[in-house]
């Protein structure tokens, strides 16, 4: 089914494809436009895994949902950390 659900999505038979961390990094899902994350992420290596699906073709947008302070303070290491990795790839 999973199978099936990715094959229509790559072919733009779907428009919206919801995943759980599995989207992050065991599925090939190609390029996306747009990506939600309903959680901040410290990690550099999820967020690269994550956002790096946006914008591989054309330009891409990626919208963090924060809840709180301590999720912002998260988010913005994360993304300086994720800005690290960058520069050494």
């Known amino acids: 089914e999973q199978q099936e ?11 919206v494809l919801v995943a759980t ?14 990506i939600v994350s309903y959680d901040a992420l410290q990690s550099p290596i999820r967020m690269v895994q994550r956002f790096g699906r946006a914008g591989r073709k054309r330009a891409g947008r ?3 949902l924060v809840a709180d302070e301590k999720e912002k303070d998260m988010l913005n290491r994360g993304t300086q950390m994720s800005a690290s990795v960058h ?3």
């Open 5 to 15: 659900v990715v094959r229509k999505f790559r072919a733009g038979e779907l428009d």
């Open 62 to 64: 990626i919208i963090v």
């Open 87 to 89: 520069r050494l790839l």
């Open 21 to 34: 961390c599995i989207g992050e990094e065991g599925l090939d899902i190609g390029s996306v436009d747009l």
